[in-house]
């Protein structure tokens, strides 16, 4: 999976707990990426950084937060998770070379919200 | 703004048999176009990619796909499927005049290639 892990792969929670979600990059790619994926929905953009302590919101950013400290990590964080927020979820990276990047995604996380 | 649709949610094919799983786009400009695949449980791999030059770009896999500038369509094929193609496949775009990195996913086509 292109040097790109994440943790937890697995999380059960209850609903009002927070929880974050680690994505660790190997590449050294300047671009990261959280999605979350459900059933009739594909993908969607969550939040996105461009760079260190640089980030941005995506479609689906509501509940959401992120931060990058090192080029390596990307954390999302759920401040207080609600069933809603059942899904799996995943990262990815792309390159620095121009905009015609394609993107490489890690294995997924898959977070229940009891 | 970007946009990509994927007509089918779902393709069934016999192995052996040639597939298609269509996509569409839309796009202020000239697009840049990807395809990825999903295989249960895991992240999605990137296929094939077309940004400029040849309208028939080939991937990983055997597959290809035909860019159709009139049509909007980016069609991913492969001339003989196999039961280990079944997977979910994305169609993605990005629109280079809007500056952004972010690409726009379709909701994906379950292909099923049956023995």
């Known amino acids: 999976d292109a040097g790109i892990t994440q943790s937890p792969r697995h999380k059960v929670t209850e609903t009002g707990t927070p929880v974050t979600l680690r994505c660790h990059q190997t590449e050294n790619h300047r671009y990261m990426y959280w999605y979350r994926q459900d059933p009739g929905h594909g993908l969607r953009l969550i939040h996105y950084s461009y760079g260190v302590k640089d980030t941005d919101k995506g479609e689906v950013s509501d509940g959401y937060s992120v931060s990058r400290s090192k080029t390596e990590d990307f954390l999302l964080t759920l401040e207080s998770a609600t069933s809603s927020q059942t899904s799996v979820y995943f990262c990815?990276?792309?390159?620095?070379?121009?905009?015609?990047?394609?993107?490489?995604f890690g294995p997924g996380t898959r977070l229940t919200v009891t | 703004a970007q946009s990509v649709a994927q007509p089918e949610d779902q393709v069934n094919v016999a192995e052996g048999n040639p597939l298609t799983v269509k996509c569409t786009y839309s796009v202020s400009g000239n697009p840049y176009l990807f395809w990825y695949v999903q295989y249960p449980n895991r992240g999605l791999q990137f296929l094939l990619k077309?940004?400029?030059?040849?309208?028939l770009v080939k991937g990983s896999y055997g597959f290809e796909a035909e860019f159709n500038k009139s049509q909007t369509s980016f069609h991913l094929k492969k001339p003989s499927a196999l039961v280990s193609d079944s997977a979910l496949y994305f169609c993605?775009?990005?629109?280079?005049?809007?500056?952004?990195?972010?690409?726009?996913f379709g909701r994906g086509t379950s292909l099923i290639v049956h023995p």
């Open positions: 077309y940004i400029t030059g040849d309208n």
């Open positions: 990815a990276i792309s390159g620095t070379s121009g905009r015609a990047d394609e993107q490489y």
């Open positions: 993605a775009v990005r629109d280079p005049n809007e500056g952004s990195y972010i690409p726009t």
